[in-house]
């Protein structure tokens, strides 16, 4: 049973508890080695940008480098 695996309720779970967390923040930090990032903290961001959130990056991403 790998522990990395989660079953679709599991996962909703975990995304609504990230995006509780998020409302319980004044600005979220995205750590993306390498400028990846998954689909999970993609839509994280855009979570957190809808409801006014400063997003910084611990690396410049792509998408963030165009629009700047």
């Known amino acids: 049973n790998d522990p990395c695996c989660k079953t679709f309720a599991e ?11 998020i409302d319980l923040s004044d600005e979220i930090l995205v750590i993306n080695v390498g ?7 993609a839509a994280e961001i855009e979570y957190a940008k809808a409801s006014g ?5 611990l690396e410049p991403s ?7």
């Open 35 to 41: 400028g990846y990032i998954g689909s999970s903290t």
């Open 11 to 21: 996962q909703q779970v975990l995304d609504a508890l990230h995006r509780h967390k």
């Open 62 to 68: 792509v998408t963030e480098s165009v629009t700047s």
């Open 53 to 57: 959130k400063t997003v910084r990056y």
